[in-house]
């Protein structure tokens, strides 16, 4: 009766008006192109991090314009990848807030949507459209300018714009230009022909040097060098820079800085390559630089050097991820680029630098579900299980595992490699080289309880009943927590198991004649 009574409480909830009254939902930013302004229907992850959509960036690219998001960040489409994720993930919003699937917008409303946001004079050419007459206005203005300064030979520092390093001019050059006896026009202006609009990228190059200081001028000078020893040079004063000043870091990582840099990342000159890298952890440790270099294009380069760099450069690839993978907005990009197979693989390596960072950064990643799912296609889960039964990765493939165990594909495939024993067994042993690493082994076990049937039934056949009641009473405090919770799961399973056992067949018996005669007697009381 009373099993019947709460289901008619629950038809009668669902039948009243109240509950049927449609919810209107605003989808989650993040799910919404920032160029478009409407739901993705096909979004893909570009180089610089953003998650845009697909025929958006087709059109810009088509166009040749890159705008300005509302984060006043530019994207980078010189790569572009389906993201999956996200995809699956606005299908299933959809679904749960019952919106219809998103479209792909049409290609002639988005040409004129991106149409709008060139700039006037971005349109024009800089040549096309003058008459014949501006022309011979703006000869007679340059031979009129040449007219009125004689002919003297000019230095390369008293000519070159924003006082570019001499020493990066080389003879054969200077007497080139100082043999003509021609006087140039000023470095202050351009020629008429040139249209400032007409290369954005150049104006915020031209703005970035002049907010540069005349220290970080030499070091970007001398990393675009087309010498090696300068190269070398810069990376190790960028280095020293960024170790022991930490307050030109947010400075220095401008796209300028991180373009060139980005080019030595991959050199096959171990002394640059080292440097570069570690350089580029030292800025990344400021949190407002985490987001510019995702942006920026690094983590491909990054992932090439976990696969094939500098043992000492690996390393500090290891740490870079590791530090990006800190900021919340860096965790699908990295995982989408392709960050997890090197780092996977990085954890055998023979630097201990190396597999601590990595673990970490997987650690940071797979606190996203489409990283989890990754890891667990990737056939993460044994390799992380042998690793937490012994060497100084213990503790921190336990973190990583629990992480795995919250989505249902790494429940079961934890589950299906016999995790639940190895825990327990662990646990049993006392193997573990600390506390911490005790409490992670707990909290995976803890992990692996909820919503899984299965872990009843393995828990009981590898004895955890007693293993966590000596962790309730030895462990620390969060241990304790742990184990008190998944024994309470125990308990709560094997009374449900009882109770099935000692259910009454009712209608069973109501056909049997010896039920009948009960009935009539008591009936009869």
């Known amino acids: 009766m009373g099993s019947g009574k709460h289901r008619w409480k629950i038809s009668f909830y669902r039948s009243s008006p109240t509950a049927l009254k449609p919810e209107t939902k605003q989808p989650p930013k993040e799910f919404v192109c920032p160029i478009s302004g409407s739901l993705m229907a096909d979004p893909v992850i570009v180089a610089s991090g953003h998650t845009l959509e697909r025929i958006c960036v087709q059109v810009c690219t088509d166009l040749g314009f890159t705008p300005i998001l509302t984060s006043g960040s530019k994207p980078n489409f010189s790569t572009v990848i389906s993201n999956v994720a996200i995809k699956l993930t606005i299908l299933n919003w959809c679904h749960a807030n019952g919106v219809e699937r998103p479209t792909p917008p049409e290609l002639s409303s988005v040409e004129k949507l991106v149409r709008s946001l060139i700039p006037p004079q971005e349109e024009k050419s800089p040549i096309k ?228 960072d990595s673990a970490l950064a997987l650690y940071h990643l797979s606190l996203v579900q489409s990283n989890r799912s990754k890891l667990v296609k990737l056939g993460s889960v044994p390799t992380l299980l042998a690793m937490a039964k012994g060497g100084d990765l213990a503790s921190r493939s336990l973190l990583i595992l629990c992480n795995l165990a919250i989505c249902a594909e790494g429940r079961t495939a934890l589950l299906d490699a016999t995790a639940v024993e190895c825990f327990v067994e662990m646990l049993r042993k006392n193997e573990l080289n600390s506390e911490s690493t005790r409490e992670n082994c707990v909290a995976a076990l803890y992990a692996l309880s909820q919503g899984s049937l299965r872990f009843k039934g393995l828990a009981k056949e590898a004895g955890a009943a007693e293993v966590l009641r000596d962790v309730e009473v030895r462990g620390s405090e969060r241990a304790k927590e742990k184990a008190k919770r998944i024994l309470q799961t125990m308990r709560g399973s094997e009374r449900d198991e009882e109770d099935e056992e000692e259910e009454v067949d009712w209608e069973g018996m109501l056909d049997s004649e010896t039920l009948s005669r009960t009935r009539l007697r008591f009936i009869g009381c």
Do not use: W
């Not at 924003?162 to 026009?185: K, W």
């Not at 004063?237 to 990342?265: H, Y």
């Open 129 to 356: 459209g003058k008459t014949g007459q501006e022309e011979e206005k703006e000869q007679d203005e340059v031979l009129k300018g040449v007219a009125e300064k004689p002919p003297v030979k000019f230095s390369y520092a008293a000519t070159e714009l924003n006082g570019r390093p001499s020493h990066l001019y080389t003879s054969s050059e200077e007497s080139v230009n100082t043999g003509i006896p021609s006087t140039p026009l000023p470095f202050a202006t351009r020629p008429s022909c040139y249209s400032s609009s007409s290369s954005s990228l150049d104006n915020v190059a031209d703005e970035t040097l002049n907010l540069m200081s005349p220290e970080e001028e030499e070091i970007f000078f001398k990393i675009k060098s087309l010498q090696v020893f300068e190269q070398e040079e810069a990376v190790i004063s960028l280095r020293k820079i960024t170790r022991t000043n930490p307050e030109m870091r947010v400075s220095l990582c401008n796209p300028r800085l991180l373009s060139g840099l980005k080019s030595l990342m991959t050199t096959r000159y171990s002394s640059i390559q080292i440097n570069a890298m570690a350089s580029l952890v030292n800025l990344s440790l400021e949190k407002i630089n985490k987001v510019k270099i995702v942006r920026a294009g690094i983590v491909p380069p990054l992932i090439d050097v976990l696969k094939g760099g500098f043992s000492e450069a690996q390393e500090h690839a290891a740490g870079a991820l590791f530090s990006l993978a800190l900021d919340d907005d860096n965790k699908m990009a990295i995982g989408v680029l392709g960050a997890l197979p090197p780092l996977l693989h990085m954890l055998r390596s023979e630097s201990e630098r190396a597999r601590h």
